[in-house]
């Protein structure tokens, strides 16, 4: 999903009051006004500490009191214990086997976890990078824009939070561009195959163990599909379930991952592979038409290849473990479904255009998402300050702002879709993050460009090569697309994760982050 929009959407959370509490102590030194030195951050902390362990706290009592009773008991007490067992056999046969039968049930039924085995992204070759320079000057060349086209697409590019070294595919590097179906082939199997080979190598997995198979591509559909290509290429078993999701847009990398899941629930003791791209080729936009130039300054090349796991052997080897996905839908609205529309424009040109209302929508889709999201992930201290304050503005004082919950208390790390920089900034306010939580968006953004479904992985493996992803941290993965959709992956680290050999930022994570001129 693009952020080029200029509509935003607002929420605030309810600052500290203006007044202050002086106390007046006759002694030469004087105690520090702790209104001033201590930060209400840390207070509020201690609070989000008191309420998550309350069941805890209330617990010791009652087990300290079970142990010291226990310890009072002397032989005779344990004898008439067992004697009274012996008198009352068919009751304790029956509890047992209650106790049998409900472990069992809930062995049966219970969800199998998974595990995220490993995941690689592809890094284009740096033949195909685009500068600036040479992007405006093969724009130019093309012929098919006019002076007004050109000049917005500069400016575009020049606030998009793009660096100099994204990639374009070979198609487009020619002059004429040269968009044939052989080419758009050709791109999707550099992408796919190029990731693919670097998961198979960090895994030591055969093709032939992988049971589940699910692509991603939005705009590129051919026949035979982007799956068969894969099963063709590493002769995948016959029995795969191989799946091709298309025109679900950049959101579609968490759907993929839903998917997998639900199928892993299902079919026992096996491997999902879950590869997600977007192919441009085919999909650059050659008229003048203002609202569907954006995406040609903003996509570029990109894609991933995600291996997951059901197998409980496999939990010592995994990075992650699966928590949560949230979907949310929004294309009953018209306005909703039509805000990311792939379409003719006057002169026959086909294009994806890009709605004034995008963020506006992209608002209301992620304030849906994380109204189903928060019970299932914030403090429980979290969740009564949002519902007292909900109760307040229902029953007392409806001018009362709502509480917006802190959800940097429920996670570690944000992997936010880099779908432009708009959608980074309003998600940065909105959620009340501070620059570190955004900044594998924003270094992604600029050093890869909008990857589509890919980029939340791109994200993902920057945390990972900075050395900051540590056992038992939780990431939040925050996708947007067409239809228009908001999902959510929540995943929890097994381990101290570190980058896998050949990652996309090996030979430059040195240089970020990169000061950035918004």
């Known amino acids: 999903m693009d952020g080029g929009g200029d509509t935003q959407f607002k929420a605030s959370r309810r600052g500290a009051g203006d007044g202050a509490v002086g106390v007046q102590i006759h002694h030469t030194r004087r105690l520090p006004d702790f209104l001033l030195s201590v930060n209400l951050k840390y207070v509020k902390l201690g609070y989000h500490y008191l309420i998550s362990n309350l069941l805890t706290l ?19 007490n344990i004898r008439q214990l067992w004697i009274h067992l012996q008198y009352n056999l068919v009751s304790v046969i029956v509890c047992s086997a209650f106790l049998v039968f409900g472990s069992t049930v809930y062995i049966m039924i219970r969800p199998r976890p998974v595990y995220l085995v490993d995941y690689s992204c592809y890094r284009p070759p740096d033949n195909l990078k685009a500068p600036f320079d040479q992007f405006m000057e093969h724009s130019r060349l093309t012929g098919d824009f006019d002076e ?7 400016k575009i590019l020049e606030r998009s939070g793009l660096g100099e070294e994204t990639y374009v595919p070979e198609a487009m590097h020619y002059i004429p561009p040269r968009p044939s179906m052989a080419a758009a082939r050709e791109e999707a199997e550099q992408v796919m195959f190029g990731a693919l080979n670097d998961l198979f190598a960090n895994t030591s997995v ?33 029995n795969i379930r191989s799946f091709n999701l298309g025109g679900m847009g950049c959101s579609a990398g968490v759907i993929s991952i839903d998917l997998a899941k639900d199928l892993l629930q299902v079919h ?19 008229g003048n038409k203002k609202s569907m130039l954006i995406p040609n ?18 939990k010592r080897l995994a990075k992650y473990k699966l928590v949560h996905v949230v979907r949310t839908h929004t294309g009953a609205d018209d306005k909703a ?20 209302d995008l963020m506006a929508i992209a608002g209301g889709a992620l304030k849906t998402n994380i109204t189903t999201l928060g019970p299932l992930v914030l403090p429980i201290s979290e969740q009564l300050l949002f519902f007292a304050t909900l109760v307040v503005m229902k029953l007392f004082d409806k001018n009362v702002k709502p509480y917006i919950p802190d959800f940097r208390l429920a996670f570690d790390h944000f992997c936010i879709h880099a779908g432009g920089r708009a959608v980074i900034d309003e998600l940065e306010k909105n959620l009340q993050l501070l620059p570190i939580h955004v900044e594998a968006s924003r270094m992604t953004l600029h050093r890869f460009g909008n990857t589509s479904s890919s980029s939340i992985w791109y994200e993902l493996a920057y945390t990972e090569a900075k050395g900051r992803m540590r056992k038992g941290n939780r990431v939040w993965q925050i996708a947007f697309g067409s239809g228009f959709k908001c999902n959510s992956a929540v995943w929890q680290a097994l381990r101290n994760v570190k980058p896998s050999h050949n990652g996309p930022w090996e030979d430059c994570i040195d240089k970020y982050p990169v000061k950035l001129v918004l």
């Open 58 to 76: 209330c617990l010791v009592p009652v087990m300290i009191v079970i142990v010291v009773e226990a310890s009072q008991m002397n032989p005779d």
């Open 148 to 154: 007004s086209s050109l000049e917005f697409q500069r």
């Open 206 to 238: 055969k093709p032939k163990d992988i049971g589940i198979l699910v692509v991603n591509c939005s705009l590129f559909n051919p026949t035979p599909s982007l799956s068969a290509m894969i099963v063709n290429k590493y002769k995948l078993r016959g």
């Open 268 to 286: 026992r003791n096996t491997y999902a592979l879950v590869v997600s791209t977007e192919n441009i080729t085919q999909n650059w936009y050659f």
């Open 297 to 314: 300054c903003l996509f570029r090349v990109g894609g991933a290849a995600v291996l997951l796991s059901n197998k409980s052997s496999d």
């Open 337 to 356: 479904f039509r805000c990311v529309y792939q379409e003719q424009d006057s002169a026959g040109k086909v294009g994806v255009s890009l709605s004034k």
